[in-house]
């Protein structure tokens, strides 16, 4: 690839960069939130959670050394979902019956705390790639600004020069610029896939608590 292919691509998606700048690109519904998803800063423990009320568990589930080993062990993103959800089983059928609600909640409680938290800290660093996404098309329309301002010839060996290293920093920042671009769709998905991970979770959870407490027989069955 020539030089000047290099800069023309360069050339085309800075101004496609600047009209990102001057329009908010997709027009996120947040300012500073680049994702098509809505964002919702919090979730909601009720959404999830019909049982006991968690407010009480989530001062106690850390002083639980088995509810907070769970916790540490199913809450990572790294560990399969279904192993998760199979190792929340196991761990609920060695409860004593009457214990179930307490301590199922404290692991609620805990799951919640801890991946609601680490969903906050993703939006964080989504609103962070945002920010440098921003500055540096302001870079990039800045730089595009400063060529226009210099001969496309010019016969001064001083601004020979200037404008050639502003075309070497305009290809590098609309190279660096598209490639956050593609990254963008990914990025946005984390916090839901948090979510939607603590909502299987909580599931199998829900399930585990109903298997400990069944529904009391119709008292007229079997007369």
Do not use: N, Y
Not at 194 to 216: I, N, Y
Request: a negative charge; one cysteine or more.
């Amino acid at each position: 690839m020539t030089t000047a292919t290099r800069l023309a691509g360069a050339l085309l998606l800075a101004a496609s960069v600047a009209g990102l700048a001057s329009t908010g690109g997709a027009q996120p519904v947040t300012e500073g939130w680049p994702c098509i998803q809505v964002l919702q800063p919090q979730l909601s423990a009720g959404a999830m959670w019909t049982g006991p009320d968690p407010a009480e568990a989530a001062g106690t589930w850390q002083k639980v050394p088995e509810v907070e080993a769970l916790v540490g062990r199913v809450a990572p993103r790294s560990v399969p979902l279904e192993e998760a959800e199979a190792e929340l089983r196991r761990f609920a059928a060695g409860i004593d019956r009457e214990q179930v609600p307490v301590v199922l909640t404290q692991v609620f409680a805990g799951l919640f705390e801890t991946m609601d938290d680490e969903r906050t800290e993703i939006i964080r660093g989504i609103r962070r790639f945002h920010d440098r996404q921003e500055l540096l098309a302001e870079r990039i329309e800045a730089t595009t600004g400063a060529l226009d301002h210099l001969d496309p010839q010019p016969a001064d060996p001083e601004t020979a020069e200037r404008r050639q290293d502003l075309e070497a920093q305009l290809a590098w920042d609309a190279r660096l610029f598209d490639e956050r671009e593609r990254l963008l769709p990914a990025v946005c998905e984390q916090p839901v896939i948090v979510e939607r991970r603590l909502f299987a979770l909580a599931r199998v959870l829900m399930d585990e608590l109903a298997r400990a407490d069944p529904p009391p027989a119709d008292e007229g069955q079997g007369h």
